[in-house]
Nanobody, 126 residues
């Protein structure tokens, strides 16, 4: 059974930082693409970032480029999303999505991912 577990959300002041983590188990391979998405009430889930199966490629939405960094810990196979210089517009529920066979060119499309974490709330407020 595939499990995707996220952690690391919380309340942070504007300009602060948070690091989200994403751990997956039960997949057919330890190499998988991870996409990070976020969603606010009444809006569609939007692409935030992605990191490729081997961690060699990453991509970011324009709204977070230069502030967020996706990474992979090869020893533990956990993926991370480091979020710096957060602002109120970053407030959302953040989801980790995982897929073993995803074509990199489809990384920004939420429905292309097979497995999803439960979501973690990130609130940026003073």
């Amino acid at each position: 059974q595939v499990q995707v577990v996220e952690s690391g959300g919380g309340l942070v002041q504007p300009g602060g930082s948070l690091r989200l983590s994403c751990a997956a188990s039960g997949l057919s391979s330890r190499f998988f693409t991870v996409g990070w998405f976020r969603q606010t009430p009444g809006k569609e889930r939007e692409f935030v970032a992605a990191i490729s199966r081997n961690g060699g490629n990453s991509d970011y939405a324009d709204t977070v480029k230069g502030r967020f960094t996706a990474s992979k810990d090869s020893a533990t196979n956990v993926r991370y999303l480091q979020m710096n210089n957060l602002n109120a517009e970053d407030t959302a529920v953040y989801y980790c999505a995982v897929d073993v066979g995803l074509i990199w060119g489809l990384r920004m499309i939420a429905r292309q991912y097979d497995y999803w974490g439960q979501g973690t709330q990130v609130t940026v407020s003073s």
